[in-house]
């Protein structure tokens, strides 16, 4: 069965900083791992995905993440937050086990960018 | 044009009203999801269809009951409705690509309100 944890539930980072945000997960087969951005009473959009391709994947707004599978880690960085960044992030992944079809969500990390 | 839209986008009904949401999506997708997102922004799958036909059918009460017209249409019907339901509701697509599903592609979400 597939899983995933997200490490931290709340992240505070100054404007024009780092942020990091860190995704584990757990499955039995080769996975495809996504990253959600949520703003507020908005709906989810894709900031970008890893299908098993190329291991350092850039998204979308300058955000990019590195699979590393020995470690079964998926974390999303960007070296520059913007006030804009301020959201609800989800990791996500969908695997081939008897999970067929179901994407299975983190719980999500809580994004507040300060001036 | 809106590639997965819901309605009604906000919905306030008293408890032990019937209430419907519909979703659409013009993406050409085979698979559709509704998903139910608690006030602590927790995602939680209730149920896919893929081809009109139920693939997931997670631990609902069975007074909500999906309903899929055509590969573009994924409606969800709640019968005698609880305080316990006011959350938002979202509407998902994806598509199928070999073995593995592509990203998924979110409405902007229907948000009930249970009195």
């Known amino acids: 069965a597939q899983s995933v944890t997200q490490l931290d539930s709340h992240v505070s980072v100054s404007e024009g900083t780092p942020v990091l945000l860190r995704c584990n997960y757990s499955?039995?087969?080769?996975?495809?791992l996504f990253w959600y951005v949520q703003h507020p009473n908005k709906g989810l959009q894709l900031l970008l995905k890893y299908t098993s391709a190329a291991t350092l994947v850039k998204g979308i707004n300058g955000f990019e993440a590195e699979f590393k599978k020995s470690e079964t880690s998926f974390h999303l960085t960007k070296p520059s937050a913007h006030m804009s960044d301020a959201a609800e992030y989800f990791c996500?992944?969908?695997?081939?086990?008897?999970?067929?079809?179901?994407?299975?969500f983190g719980a999500g990390t809580q994004v507040v960018v300060t001036p | 044009d809106t590639a997965v839209s819901q309605t009604p986008k906000y919905l306030v009904t008293q408890m032990g009203n019937d209430k419907s949401i519909k979703c659409e999506q013009n993406l050409g997708h085979d698979t559709m999801y509704w998903y139910k997102q608690d006030s602590k922004k927790f995602l939680k799958i209730m149920f896919s269809y893929n081809n009109k036909e139920l693939i997931i059918n997670e631990t609902v009460p069975n007074r909500f009951s999906p309903k899929s017209p055509d590969k573009a249409h994924l409606n969800l019907h709640i019968n005698s409705l609880e305080l316990g339901d006011s959350a938002v509701y979202f509407c998902?697509?994806?598509?199928?690509?070999?073995?593995?599903?592509?990203?998924?592609?979110f409405g902007p979400g229907t948000r009930l309100t249970v009195l």
């Open positions: 996500v992944v969908s695997d081939q086990t008897d999970s067929w079809g179901k994407f299975q």
């Open positions: 998902a697509s994806s598509r199928l690509s070999g073995i593995s599903y592509n990203e998924q592609f």
């Open positions: 499955s039995s087969y080769s996975p495809s």
